[in-house]
């Protein structure tokens, strides 16, 4: 069987829940693929679901000023609360890193985020006990939070839905083909019984949302698409009644962060020695090393009890320069990359979604210049590497 739509969306993450809810609400035919029995089953429901204006390229800061403004509103807009919670960010600095990181809160007062500057003594007083060795002082995001991925990827598939888009859980994509200006995407999905028969659908533009699997779609097209996938351990504290809510800490000397879920602490730090790829399962042997980078800032981490049962495992999404790649691809007409957000993706989102639409809809991002983020910058030697990676 053949189905015709305007544009394919292949993921049905929070990435492409949202393109596909602002392309269905420009008029456009929509298709949504998803390989899983139900969206947000890859990074995005795995995420801290941290969202965070803290970030050291101007793009970033743009992209997460017009993102957490758009999770703000949701209620009053469309009626669901998706979970943004401004707890705050706290970024503990080491003074090898001070300079630099201070050159980064300027861009981001100069473009509107309220991003304070600390002292050390400061930070302690009105948010956490730490052991200030190496410290130069911190900053303090206060519309930085949370928000809930899988709230938000739900509503906006809901949106998609309402504005005429369909969504297809459980078709895989397996072979991308040309034919004139269209896509033919071949699809497996469930057939009679157990097995599963083959769909073409047929498009005029495909947007490549598949997350850590973005490269993996790309060679099916013959497209190389520099996204790589990498573990990431999220760890989960025993529960304690009566724990204050915590703002997301993170000491960016050792990379330890933390904030409190419920009466929880969740917690992690990114493995300097991970091999890229789809390693699995959590990654038990750097639990010791982590515990310790904390207890070193944080001398009371060490009485939290870890509660095995509550820990997860994800993929991050890197790119070289850990920066999204995003845009009409150079090579091919009619494809458009949206991932490569390097463990950044659910905080960008919805400023992604609108400009894929723009990009397809009006032929180019125009509310915010997505250029640094568009994949030429690699052949034209421009990336600009993002210091803020957590
Ligand atoms: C441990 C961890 C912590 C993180 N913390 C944060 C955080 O605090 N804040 C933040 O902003 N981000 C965070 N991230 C990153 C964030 O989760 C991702 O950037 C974001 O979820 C990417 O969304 P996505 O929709 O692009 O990808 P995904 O959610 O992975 O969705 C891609 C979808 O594509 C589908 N797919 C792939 N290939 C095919 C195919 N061939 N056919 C059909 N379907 C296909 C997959 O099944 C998947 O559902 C974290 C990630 C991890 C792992």
Redesign the pocket.
């Known amino acids: 069987m053949e189905v015709d739509v305007d544009v394919v969306v292949?993921?049905?993450?929070?990435?492409?829940?949202t393109c596909a809810a602002e392309l269905a609400g420009a008029g456009t035919r929509v298709a949504v693929?998803?390989?899983?029995q139900a969206?947000?089953?890859?990074?995005?429901?795995?995420?801290?679901?941290?969202?965070?204006v803290q970030f050291g390229e101007p793009t970033n800061v743009a992209l997460s000023l017009a993102s957490i403004e758009v999770y703000r509103t949701f209620p009053e807009r469309h009626g669901i609360d998706v979970g943004y919670r401004p707890v705050g960010y706290l970024l503990l600095v080491p003074e090898t890193d001070w300079a630099g990181h201070l050159g980064g809160v300027e861009i981001q007062q100069a473009m509107g985020a309220p991003v304070e500057v600390l002292d050390i003594g400061e930070a302690r007083r009105r948010f956490v006990d730490l052991d200030p060795a190496g410290l130069a002082g911190a900053t303090f995001g206060s519309i930085d939070g949370?928000v809930d991925?899988h709230m938000v990827?739900q509503a906006q598939l809901d949106l998609a839905r309402e504005r005429g888009a369909s969504v297809h859980v459980r078709?895989?994509?397996?072979e991308v083909a040309r034919s004139g200006a269209d896509w033919l995407l071949t699809?497996t999905a469930p057939g009679v019984g157990q097995g599963s028969e083959r769909k073409v659908i047929r498009a005029g533009a495909v947007v490549n949302?598949?997350?850590?699997?973005?490269g993996?779609?790309g060679r099916?097209a013959g497209l190389e698409v520099p996204v790589t996938p990498s573990?990431?351990?999220?760890w989960m504290t025993a529960p304690r009644p009566g724990r204050a809510t915590s703002p997301?800490v993170v000491d960016l000397g050792s990379g330890v962060y933390f904030r409190s879920e419920g009466q929880r602490l969740l917690f992690?730090r990114s493995n300097p020695a991970e091999a890229p790829g789809f390693t699995t399962g959590i990654d038990w042997d750097f639990l010791e090393p982590t515990y310790e980078a904390a207890a070193a800032r944080f001398p009371w981490f060490a009485d939290e009890a870890l509660d095995q049962a509550a820990c997860?495992?994800?993929?991050?999404?890197l790119t070289p320069d850990h920066n999204a790649v995003l845009g009409a691809n150079p090579e091919a007409h009619g494809w458009y990359d949206?991932?490569g957000?390097?463990?950044?993706?659910?905080?960008?989102?919805p400023a992604v979604g609108r400009a894929i639409r723009e990009e397809i809809v009006d032929g180019r991002s125009h509310t915010i210049d997505i250029d640094p983020l568009r994949l030429s910058r690699f052949a034209a030697g421009t990336r600009r590497d993002e210091r803020h990676i957590?």
């Open positions: 292949v993921g049905a993450g929070i990435i492409g829940a693929l998803e390989r899983e969206p947000a089953m890859g990074s995005t429901g795995r995420s801290a679901a941290g969202v965070r949370v991925p990827t078709h895989e994509v397996v699809a949302a598949a997350g850590c699997w973005s993996a779609l099916l573990r990431r351990t999220i997301l992690g997860w495992f994800g993929y991050y999404e949206a991932c957000f390097s463990g950044h993706g659910v905080q960008h989102a957590i």
